[in-house]
């Protein structure tokens, strides 16, 4: 049976309009895997960066999968949040990225977007907190139904991960 | 199965140094270093953790502080999963010359045989208190993970707060043997532009 590795670390962010940032992140992958060993959900560490540095998160992630169909090949979300002085936490962006398909050392900076509300909403959320938050977070990584959603570009994230496949070319499987 | 009778693991073998550090307004640090991999690995050669010499910057030049530690290791192991993992802490020395943490680190080695230059940013626990950050910073004992080889959990990392600042550079040259009799790919040896500087 074909296996997947995914072994590397959430390092960071940066271009977020907070500095003081945390990260829940999963990953989702579809009915034919199997997840073996690790965990595939959870949340980093809340750091505060010094101003034009990125956040650093240095989150790890061992992800060992047992692979009987191809389809739905594992992705990583994200959901960043920040944290304001106050102690307040407020969602900053949404994001996702697939797991390179092929094997090899990877550094991945993924875009992020973050709901955005109407004029007065914003107004709201500036003096108040609380922007918009999506009602279902499977709109991030499922092709579905968005174009209700009017979204504003948010930070990056930053991952290193490193993938590794065991007997998948035993199985035909070409990587390029 | 094959007919003759193969290794019965895999290794991995890890040569570099850690290289340098640079950290704003740290002038004085050494290095306490550690690898942490899953419970299939078995150490074959090598130091699992170390401490490197205090360094300091020289006087006049850009601040970093240089340390250029031999690291040295290999490991043995059937399943990918518990990949070492390298944990830094490196400890600075306040004004009244006492030992105080100045930032963690924590990397995966790489999975593809090759040659990195990896720069490792550090973080450190935030006093939960304006009260707390003073008397730390009067008594020389800054807030610490009480177990160093936290930064290389997965779980129980989402109650820390830290700040970060500084990096370290470490270069590492991976070498693999029997991989490959295990099934395993692991992508060297492709065309990989962006592999050799991370």
């Known amino acids: 049976m074909a296996e997947l590795h995914i072994i590397g670390q959430l390092t960071g962010a940066f271009g977020f309009p907070s500095q003081n940032l945390f990260c829940k992140w999963g990953v989702s992958a579809g009915r034919s895997w199997e997840l073996l060993e690790g965990l595939d959900a959870g949340q980093t560490q809340l750091d505060l960066a010094p101003d034009g540095e990125p956040v650093v998160w240095a989150h790890p992630l061992d992800l060992h999968y047992a692979c009987r169909g191809l389809a739905g090949w594992p992705k990583i979300f994200f959901q960043v949040w920040c944290q304001d002085i106050h102690g307040r936490n407020d969602i900053c962006g949404y994001g996702f990225c697939h797991v390179p398909t092929s094997p090899g050392q990877y550094e991945l900076d993924c875009p992020t977007w973050v709901p955005e509300g109407t004029l007065g909403e914003r107004i709201t959320a500036f003096f108040l907190g609380g922007n918009p938050r999506l009602k279902y977070e499977e709109v991030v990584y499922m092709p579905g139904d968005r174009f209700r959603l009017n979204t504003v570009a948010s930070g990056i994230v930053q991952l290193r991960l490193g993938v590794m496949v065991k007997d998948f070319e035993r199985n035909h499987v070409q990587f390029g | ?198």
């Open chain 2, 1 to 198: 199965m094959g007919d003759t009778i193969g290794p019965s693991a895999f290794t991995i073998l890890a040569t570099g140094q850690i290289e340098c550090a640079q950290i704003p307004s740290c002038t004085n640090a050494y290095l306490k270093f550690q690898f942490v991999a899953g419970e299939d690995w078995q150490l074959l050669d090598g130091l699992e953790e170390g401490i490197t010499q205090a360094a300091r910057v020289p006087e006049g030049r850009d601040g970093v502080l240089v340390w250029n530690f031999p690291i040295d290791i290999t490991y043995k192991t059937t399943n990918a999963f518990g990949w070492p993992q390298l944990v830094v802490a490196v400890y600075g020395l306040d004004m009244f010359g006492r030992d105080v943490i100045k930032g963690y680190g924590c990397m995966h080695l790489p999975m593809s045989a090759g040659r990195y230059n990896l720069t490792l940013r550090l973080f450190r626990p935030r006093s939960a208190s304006a009260l707390q950050s003073f008397t730390s910073w009067l008594t020389g004992m800054p807030a610490e993970f009480s177990d160093p080889k936290f930064p290389s959990y997965g779980e129980g990392r989402e109650v820390t707060r830290v700040q970060s600042g500084g990096h370290v550079k470490v270069q590492i040259n991976l070498l693999t043997k029997d991989m490959d009799v295990f099934g395993y790919v692991d992508g060297s040896g492709r065309d990989m532009a962006t592999v050799t500087q991370m």
